[in-house]
C-alpha cells in the first residue's frame, strides 16, 4: 500500500457508493507537504520523459501540478479554465467537458499563447472518473500540436471508465491509487 | 522597482484602461518558480505572525498559496470553492461576492471543516480590484472564528477601492505590486 492508499483510507470518507471525499488534504484543504511527496513519486515514474509544461485544469489540479514544476526543473503549470472570461480572448484552444459531481457541461479552454508542438506536456488532475476532464485536456492538447509525454492523477476510480479509455488510447497513465470498489462502506483498491 | 512590478512591465499587457493581464506568469499559465520568489517576499513581511493555515479562493490564488504554504512549515492551504458544489455538504461557510472580470455573483463557500478559532490566517490572492473576492474570504473567515493575521495579494489595482476598503478595516494586507494608473499603455506604479 503507498502512502495515498494509506491516507485515503486514513482521511478519506464515503459519500455514497460512487463518492469518495478526500476534501482534507487533496482537494479543498491542501497538506502541501504530502502533495510534494505524491509529486516525488509522479516524477520518479515519468524522469525518462523530457517534459518541458504541466498541464492541468482548475482548480483542484493546481496544487499537484505546482508541486510537479518543482520537481521537473520549473516547467511552467498551464491550467485550462472552465468557464468562459470575457478577457480570455478569443484565440484558445477548446473544448467541453462534462463534470461527473456537478453533472453540468463546461466549456474548458487554454490560450493558444501558451501550448504549442514544442511542448512535452505532463497533464495531471488530482481524480479520474469518467476521464471527462482528462479528455478536455487531452482535446486541447491535440489540438494544439503538444505532444502529451504522459498523464498522471491523484485518485482514479477503477471501476468508472475513464482510465480504461484513457489507457486504450495509448497513453501513459500513472494513478497513484485505483480504487477497485467502495462497498458497504470498504474502500478496496486495485 | 520590485521584482513584481519588473515582471509586469516586461510580461504584461494591457487589454483596456482599467484591465492589466498577467496571463503568462501569474494566472493562467503559472511561473512557479517565480512564485516561489514573490511567497518569500511575503513570508518575510509576515514573519513575526504565527501563521498556521493558508486561506485562498479558486483558482488563480491556489498556486501562489501553495508556495505560501512550503515557506510557513506546510501550514494547510483551503482554497474556497466558487460555486455550488453537491459533493461539498451543506455545513459550509459561505458569502457572496461579484467577479469584477465576468460581473456575475456566485457563491463562494468553506465547509467548516477546514477553519477554526484555532487558525491563524493568511488570507492570499492574486488580485485585488474592487476586493470582492477578499471581502469574501475575510466574511467567512469571521464566520469561522479564525483570526486574520494579514492578508497579501500579488497585483493590486490601485485606482480601484478594494485595498482602501480593506486597510481601513484594519488590516495588514501587503499589495506586491500597487498599479497606481493604467494610461496611454503606460502602467505606473505607485
Do not use: C, W
Not at 491542501?30 to 515514474?45: C, N, P, R, V
Not at 509544461?53 to 498551464?78: C, H, R
Not at 514544442?118 to 495531471?124: A, C, F, G
Amino acid at each position: 500500500m503507498n502512502i495515498l492508499e494509506e491516507r485515503i483510507l486514513k482521511d478519506g470518507y464515503i459519500l455514497d457508493e460512487n463518492i469518495i471525499k478526500v476534501d482534507s488534504f487533496l482537494n479543498h484543504q491542501l497538506d502541501i507537504k504530502f502533495l510534494s511527496e505524491l509529486a516525488d513519486i509522479i516524477k520518479d515514474y515519468f524522469k525518462d520523459k523530457k517534459i518541458n509544461k504541466i498541464l492541468t485544469i482548475e482548480a483542484s489540479g493546481i496544487a499537484l501540478a505546482t508541486m510537479l514544476s518543482e520537481k521537473f526543473d520549473y516547467a511552467p503549470v498551464v491550467f485550462a479554465k472552465k468557464q468562459k472570461n470575457k478577457n480570455l480572448g478569443k484565440d484558445v484552444f477548446e473544448s467541453h467537458v462534462k463534470s461527473f459531481t456537478t453533472d453540468k457541461e463546461y466549456r474548458v479552454t487554454v490560450s493558444k499563447k501558451f501550448l504549442s508542438p514544442d511542448d512535452n506536456l505532463l497533464i495531471v488532475d488530482d481524480f479520474l472518473a469518467e476521464g471527462n476532464a482528462l479528455k478536455g485536456l487531452i482535446a486541447i492538447a491535440k489540438q494544439s500540436g503538444s505532444n502529451i509525454e504522459g498523464i498522471a492523477v491523484a485518485v482514479e476510480k477503477g471501476f468508472q471508465e475513464g482510465g480504461k479509455i484513457i489507457r486504450n488510447e495509448g497513453h501513459d497513465l500513472l494513478s497513484l491509487a485505483i480504487i477497485d470498489s467502495i462497498e458497504n462502506g470498504e474502500i478496496k483498491f486495485k
